[in-house]
């Protein structure tokens, strides 16, 4: 059974960084698309960035050049560097994978940013 497991999220100050991880088990197949998507409280799940197995990378305008995607196909692991974090960037993230052309989903961690 393919399992996202996401980690790092947390309270930070407004300016401050978090790293997210998320790393994909039980499945041998090779994982295509990797991505976040973070939800707030009564707003749609939207898409924060993918990256794919060739590491080419998309990012949602709001978190770009302030957040970074990265992977390392070897570990079935993804990375969400954030910095200069926003209060509008206070949202549960999840990880996201694309595996036989099926996505799977994390069960989300809670990123809090305070003014």
């Known amino acids: 059974q393919v399992r996202l497991v996401e980690s790092g999220g947390g309270l930070v100050q407004a300016g401050g960084s978090l790293r997210l991880s998320c790393a994909a088990s039980g499945t041998i197949a090779p994982i295509n698309t990797m991505g976040w998507y973070r939800q707030a409280p009564g707003k749609e799940r939207e898409l924060v960035a993918t990256?794919?197995?060739?590491?080419?990378?998309n990012y949602a305008d709001s978190v770009k050049g302030r957040f970074t995607i990265s992977r390392e196909n070897a570990k079935n692991t993804v990375y969400l560097q954030m910095n200069s974090l926003k209060p509008e960037d206070t949202a549960v993230y999840y990880c996201?994978?694309?595996?036989?052309?099926?996505?799977?989903w994390g069960q989300g961690t809670q990123v809090t940013v305070s003014s």
């Open positions: 996201t994978a694309d595996i036989l052309w099926r996505p799977y």
């Open positions: 990256i794919t197995s060739g590491r080419s990378t």
